[in-house]
């Protein structure tokens, strides 16, 4: 870890820490207020005493912001987040890990090569981390707008802050994503799907993929309203659990996906990434149907190592970039 980002990580966490401690908060909820605080470059929390105050300006004074990258700042943010998660949060609150980020950046400036102005939505953006990737890691001299949806308030409050803090141009909305949503479709989707039941079977009765009997899958209506939401020849990019076409409902998923898209590809990713086999990811890359649109001559299955494996992944890149200049004209 660079020394940037340890004295960074050094700042967010102490103050974190200080809020955290004076206003009874848990850490997420603190490190919130930090964040803010630094972007606004002023103790926002009247109520609190004064060797509080003087104690987090001396934190805020050791941030330079010419110093650090947008880049530098999500990493900082991150390990901030991983320490707070560690607290006991919810499985669907787990962030992306971060090297399956880099890999869903290296995809989406593939297959958006030559494209310099896009309209990005993640429709479960939890903290921004993976929308932030994408932003940090985009081709030089494209411009990205973001949109993000999040229904827990302390994670889209994270999300709001980690934008700021990294200079994004994002817009963030407060809701059920699987609520109508008041956004223009976009240019490409990419979203960590949340994984399980939606509970709100009289809203999930106005989707396709809702279930005949009981509840419905959530990722599976995420997918759904991800696709509506998107510009005919756009694409999508899903981390998606690997048990998602097995499931007693993925007949009906596989028709409605048939009908919109057409599969670029589906890439599993190594199960040694994941704690647990059953939680283990692939990414799915869809581009949804429109005039001229043509499907690849082959989609691109494959089976990825780890990352930390550096000649087979060496050999699976020059596998994919075989792939996009024979499917892609890349």
Not at 102 to 109: K, P
């Amino acid at each position: 870890m660079s020394s940037k980002i340890e004295v960074l990580f050094s700042i967010l966490d102490t103050s974190t820490n200080i809020l955290r401690n004076e206003l009874d908060f848990t850490y997420l909820e603190a490190l919130a207020e930090a964040g803010d605080n630094i972007f606004e470059g002023a103790v926002l929390q009247e109520e609190l005493r004064q060797s509080a105050k003087e104690r987090l300006q001396r934190e805020y004074g050791k941030f330079h912001e010419g110093t650090y990258t947008s880049e530098d700042i999500r990493k900082a943010v991150q390990l901030c987040l991983l320490k707070g998660m560690k607290e006991g949060i919810q499985a669907t609150h787990e962030m992306t890990p971060d090297a399956v980020g880099m890999f869903v950046s290296y995809l989406f400036n593939k297959f958006t090569m030559g494209r310099t102005d896009l309209t990005v939505l993640d429709p479960a953006v939890g903290t921004g981390n993976l929308l932030t990737t994408l932003f940090n890691h985009r081709e030089k001299g494209v411009q990205i707008s973001g949109f993000g949806v999040e229904v827990d308030d302390v994670l889209l409050r994270l999300a709001f802050m980690n934008a700021n803090l990294q200079k994004h141009k994002v817009e963030l909305f407060h809701q059920d994503g699987l609520a109508p949503l008041y956004i223009d479709p976009v240019d490409a989707v990419v979203c960590d799907l949340p994984v399980g039941y939606y509970p709100n079977e009289e809203r999930a009765k106005e989707y396709a993929l809702h279930a005949e009997n009981g509840l419905s899958y959530a990722h599976h209506l995420f997918i759904e309203q991800s696709i509506k939401h998107t510009k005919e020849g756009g694409y999508l990019f899903f981390l998606i659990p690997n048990f998602l076409f097995t499931s007693d409902q993925a007949p009906k998923l596989q028709e409605f996906i048939r009908k919109q898209c057409h599969i670029q590809g589906v890439l599993q990713l190594a199960v040694s990434m994941f704690k647990n086999e059953k939680n283990a990811k692939s990414i799915f890359v869809l581009q949804k149907k429109g005039l001229g649109i043509q499907p690849p001559k082959q989609a691109l299955i494959v089976e990825l190592p780890a990352f930390s494996n550096l000649k087979a992944t060496e050999n699976i890149m020059l596998q994919l970039n075989q792939w996009f200049s024979m499917n892609k004209d890349i």
